[in-house]
């Protein structure tokens, strides 16, 4: 088994933020770090990528690498590290925004752009597989695209204007948004040749089917037909776009981009580097477009092989089911994977009173060598479909509507049914918004395997947040679990049992010499309603005793010397 991807991988835990999370600027948020209630709390911390310079998604769009200067300063940065923190930073391989540099150089210069292939022409890529269609883009052959996965409806391209006018397709599995520009009289008369009177009408009729959605092509222009070519083109020759362009992995200019931005996370102080949307990226006529089988795997190896130049450890990012395996595939290629089981595990064991799969996922990490990055909440939301092969379908189901019933909320992709990857909730939220259910995730969390990733909002029990789901709009239901806290608002979570309980066991978790990937884990199910987690490294020794219908437990440890040095309980 390949472990060497794996070797700098703490075991300690991990803070999860934004970087304007915990009071506006990732400053505040160190500065929460060195105040004694969180002193030695955590080894390390995850800053999701509005770190950088980015556009949108929270910043999975990211313009370039470069600190977000509204946000972070390479002193926040090297105040982390003067407290003993490492960094777990974000590389999005698969895309990049539109406003990236390299993609507007293709805006203002074409096909004399030097990075005219660094993102993913559409018709090349498709050239022999497909038709022409008239709109300028190739339709593929359905053989050889019936079993690809799309994020949206539709083919995923975007017709881009090149300086000469013409319309040419870029590959885009993401977000995009084109935007045209308003017009007033005084460009109609300029362009159209037009009196003033009627100028300022048909602006307001173009301007009006824009604000509709609609696009220059599809406006009614009534008796003004005959200036349709020209306000066409006026439109045209001043879109705008937003989105994320997939980048070009046959482009030697990518593979140099991949180096850099690896050397400038180092730079930062990462240690991981958590790789987004990786399975994406590899492409090939008549593949299903995810998880691309044996380029996957390649890409994985050469991105690895940048990344130990600069002692990195990669973290290859994915949802899929237990049953596909996935996690056993990254586990035999040397890589740490999420372990997105736990989360829903851990909701099953408490609605259920029932341990026992808890136990024998603990048990088949240690016996199998999975190395892990554990969590119950993030950014992302609840994944429960990927617990298909450990749960059945009917009890999946059963835990979405608990969680939905309590607040949650489900994002269909483009309508298919159970194809969405997350219920979007706080993990508090989904408990019922029970501190003993919490605190008791919470401690069986920390003494599973793998190392503990918590996202500030379970830290700070943080509820459901609707007025910021309603704010954002259609697209807004993960930010229900993404809450913008003011340090007075910290303070006063700082101030609850259920936060300093929690403080308490992670404290523990982060200095114990009990825990690691080196040491003995043994995990058991003494009753139906209990379970029971040990571990022993050297002489230092912790036990989990807890029982899931009650939600009582209680944590001991003891050092080498066999001093009895926690007690903690939930009676």
């Known amino acids: 088994m390949k472990i060497q991807a794996t070797e700098g991988l703490s075991h300690t835990p991990m803070l999860n933020i934004y970087p304007d999370s915990l009071g506006g600027t990732l400053g505040d948020a160190v500065s929460l770090l060195q105040q004694d209630a969180l002193r030695d709390t ?58 990236s540099p390299q993609f507007q150089d293709i805006l203002r ?73 308003r017009i007033d009289e005084q460009d109609l008369m300029r362009e159209a ?49 937003l989105g994320q362009m997939d980048l070009n992995i046959r482009s030697p200019k990518v593979w140099d981009f991949y180096d850099k931005t690896l050397a400038m996370l180092a730079g930062y102080g990462a240690r991981i580097v958590r790789l987004d949307a990786f399975a994406y990226a590899p492409k090939t006529p008549g593949k299903r477009n995810f998880l691309n089988e044996p380029e996957t ?3 994985l190896a050469s991105v690895r092989s940048l990344a130990d130049c600069y002692g990195l450890t990669l973290l290859p990012e994915i949802h899929a089911s237990y049953a596909e395996k996935i996690h056993e595939r990254l586990t035999a290629e040397g890589y740490p994977c999420y372990d997105f089981f736990l989360p829903g595990l851990v909701i099953d064991a408490l609605e259920t009173a029932n341990g026992s799969l808890l136990v024998r996922w603990a048990l088949e990490q240690r016996d199998k ?29 059963k835990l979405i509507a ?10 269909d992709l483009h309508g298919q049914k159970n194809v969405y990857y997350q219920v979007n909730a706080t993990y508090y939220s989904a408990l019922g918004e029970d501190d003993r259910k919490l605190l008791l995730a919470r401690a069986i969390h920390l003494f599973m395997p793998g190392k ?60 114990s010499q009990a825990f690691g990937f080196d040491a ?34 209680i944590i001991r440890a003891w050092d080498e010397s066999g001093t009895e040095t926690l007690v903690y309980q939930q009676q």
């Not at 608990?402 to 994002?411: F, Q």
């Not at 918590?454 to 239901?477: E, P």
Request: with cysteine.
């Open 369 to 397: 060598g999975i190395r892990s990055i554990t969590m119950l909440g993030c950014h992302d939301g609840i994944p429960l479909l990927d617990l298909r092969g450990i749960l059945p379908e009917e009890q999946i189901e």
């Open 193 to 241: 040749h037009m009196q003033y009177s009627a100028a300022k009408e048909l602006a307001a009729l173009v301007n009006r089917a824009l604000d509709a959605g609609q696009t220059p092509a599809q406006i009614d222009y009534g008796q003004w037909e005959t200036a349709q070519p020209t306000v066409t083109a006026l439109l045209e020759n001043g879109r705008k776009y």
């Open 520 to 553: 003995q884990m043994y995990a058991e199910q003494p009753a139906a309603d209990a379970l029971r987690i040990q571990w022993n490294r050297g002489q230092n020794s912790a036990i989990l005793e807890a029982n899931l219908r009650t939600c009582a437990f």
């Open 42 to 99: 955590f080894s390390s911390v995850y800053v999701l990528p509005s770190l950088f310079h980015t556009d949108l998604d929270r910043g999975f769009s990211v313009i370039d690498y470069s600190l977000n200067g509204m946000l972070a300063t390479q002193s926040d940065l090297e105040m982390l590290g003067a407290l003993g923190i490492d960094l777990k930073l974000d590389f999005i391989l698969n895309h990049a925004s539109v406003l």
């Open 109 to 181: 210069n074409g096909d004399a752009s030097p990075f005219r292939d660094f993102f993913i022409d559409w018709n090349r890529f498709w050239e022999g597989h497909g038709e022409m269609t008239k709109d300028g883009y190739i339709q593929p052959n359905e053989a050889e695209i019936r079993d690809m996965f799309f994020r949206k409806p539709g083919l995923p391209l975007l017709m881009v204007r090149f300086p000469d006018g013409r319309s040419v397709p870029y590959w885009n599995t993401f977000y995009q948004e084109v935007r045209y520009p």
């Open 297 to 299: 795997w390649e890409l």
């Open 452 to 511: 503990p990733q918590v996202w500030y909002l379970d830290l700070l029990a943080g509820c459901n947040d609707y007025a910021a789901v309603h704010a954002s709009g259609s697209a807004g239901h993960k930010e229900i679990n993404r809450t913008n806290l003011t340090m007075e608002q910290m303070e006063a979570a700082l101030q609850r049992d259920v936060v300093q309980g929690q403080l308490t066991m992670l404290r523990f978790r982060n200095t």
């Open 402 to 411: 608990i969680v939905v019933n309590r607040g949650g909320l489900v994002k």
